[in-house]
C-alpha cells in the first residue's frame, strides 16, 4: 500500500514531459528507478508464514530471528517454536484450480476478479477521458495524477481505522456517482465536470489501494500468490478495453461515462459477498479460508501455542516492514 504512494508522481510529471520541463526528474522516474527497485529486491525477506507452509521451517526461523534482531525485540523460544512446527508441519500446497474447487473460495475469487477489473478499467478509463473534459488537456491530466495522492493517504486511513470492506464498497459507489454526475452538468460548466471526474479519479485510487491488500488477504497462504496473480491478470485484462471505452465517446460523450459509473457501483455492491479482514486470523490452508468468513470462527490446523508465539513475533516486526 506505502508503495503505491509512488505511483501518482508519474500521472503528474508526463504532462511535463511534452513541456520539456523538469527533464532531469522525468529520466530518474521513467528511466532510473526501475532499476533502483530491482536493487533494493534483496533488502525483502520472505514471508515466513508462506515458508512455513511449503515446509521450511529452518528458513522461517531464520527469517523471523532477522526481522526480531532488525526490530530490537524478543525472538523467544525459537527452539521449542522449531519442534512444534517440524511436528505441524503443512504439506498441502494450491494450485489454480483450488481457487474454483472450493465453493467459499470460489465466490472469493470471483469477487477478487470484479474488484480488479472495476478499478483498473474505471482507473484508465477516467485517465485517458480527463482530456474530453474541457480546458487544458495537460492541465487535466497532471490534476488527475495528483488526485491520486489524497486517494492513497485516505485508503491507508480508512482501512486502519474503519477496515476493508465497507471502505472499498463505499468508494466504488461513490466514485461511480461522481461520473454519472457529470452526465446532468451542463456543457459550459467546465469546471463542475472536470471537479466531478477528479472526485471519481481520488476514489477509484483509493479504492485500487484498498484491493491490493484486501485480495490477500481473502486468500489462505498457500494460494495467496495465485489469487493475486489471478485477480491482477484479470484487471489488465479489462484495462485493455478502457481505451476502447473511451473512443465511444466519439459516437456520444454519454456512453463512457454512463458504462463506467454503473461498472464502478456494481463492483461497490459485490463487497457484501466477501467477509472483512481487519483484526482478523488471515487463513492460512484451503480448509481455514473455506471457514473463513462464515459464523463458525476459523480453525488453524497448525499448533495453537506454536501460531501464537510466532505472531507475537510477527506483530511486533510488522512495523519496520
Not at 512455513?52 to 523460544?77: C, F, P, R, W, Y
Not at 480488479?116 to 474505471?122: H, I, K, R
Not at 491507508?156 to 471502505?167: D, F, K, N, S
Not at 465536470?193 to 490477500?216: F, H, N, R, T
Request: charged content about 15%; overall charge neutral; hydrophobic content about 45%.
Amino acid at each position: 500500500m506505502y508503495l503505491a504512494l509512488l505511483w501518482h508522481f508519474h500521472p503528474i510529471l508526463l504532462p511535463l514531459l511534452h513541456l520539456d520541463l523538469c527533464l532531469h526528474c522525468l529520466d530518474f522516474f521513467c528511466i532510473k528507478q526501475p532499476f533502483f527497485l530491482v536493487s533494493v529486491f534483496s533488502l525483502v525477506p520472505e514471508s515466513p508464514r508462506w515458508q512455513i507452509s511449503k515446509g521450511k521451517i529452518s528458513e522461517a526461523l531464520v527469517t523471523i530471528k532477522k526481522i526480531a534482531k532488525s526490530n530490537k525485540a524478543k525472538d523467544g523460544n525459537l527452539n521449542k517454536l522449531n519442534s512444534e512446527l517440524e511436528v505441524e508441519k503443512k504439506d498441502q500446497e494450491g494450485n489454480l484450480l483450488d481457487l474454483f474447487k472450493y465453493p467459499n473460495l470460489r465466490v472469493k475469487t470471483l469477487v477478487t476478479m470484479c474488484h480488479w477489473a472495476t478499478s483498473t478499467m474505471v482507473y484508465y478509463g477516467l485517465s485517458l477521458n480527463a482530456i474530453t473534459l474541457g480546458g487544458n488537456d495537460y492541465v487535466n491530466f497532471a490534476i488527475n495524477g495528483a488526485v491520486e495522492l489524497p486517494g492513497y493517504l485516505l485508503g491507508l486511513l480508512t482501512m486502519h481505522y474503519i477496515g476493508r470492506r465497507v471502505p472499498l464498497g463505499a468508494s466504488f459507489v461513490l466514485c461511480g456517482i461522481c461520473i454519472l454526475l457529470i452526465i446532468v452538468v451542463p456543457d459550459d460548466m467546465t469546471w463542475a465536470k472536470i471537479a466531478l471526474a477528479m472526485s471519481g479519479k481520488l476514489l477509484i485510487s483509493m479504492a485500487i489501494g484498498i484491493v491490493y491488500v484486501y485480495s490477500g488477504e481473502l486468500y489462505p497462504t498457500v494460494t495467496r500468490a495465485i489469487g493475486m496473480q489471478v485477480g491482477s491478470f484479470f484487471g489488465r485484462m479489462w484495462s485493455l478495453i478502457a481505451p476502447y471505452l473511451v473512443d465511444l465517446g466519439d459516437i456520444s460523450r454519454l456512453i463512457p461515462i454512463i458504462i463506467m459509473g454503473c461498472i464502478a457501483i456494481l463492483g461497490g455492491l459485490s463487497v457484501i459477498f466477501v467477509p472483512e479482514t481487519r483484526n482478523r486470523s488471515l487463513p492460512e490452508t484451503i480448509q481455514d479460508a473455506e471457514n473463513f468468513g462464515k459464523k463458525q470462527e476459523v480453525q488453524i490446523n497448525s499448533n495453537k501455542n506454536a501460531e501464537e508465539e510466532m505472531t507475537e513475533i510477527m506483530d511486533k516486526s510488522s512495523n519496520a516492514l
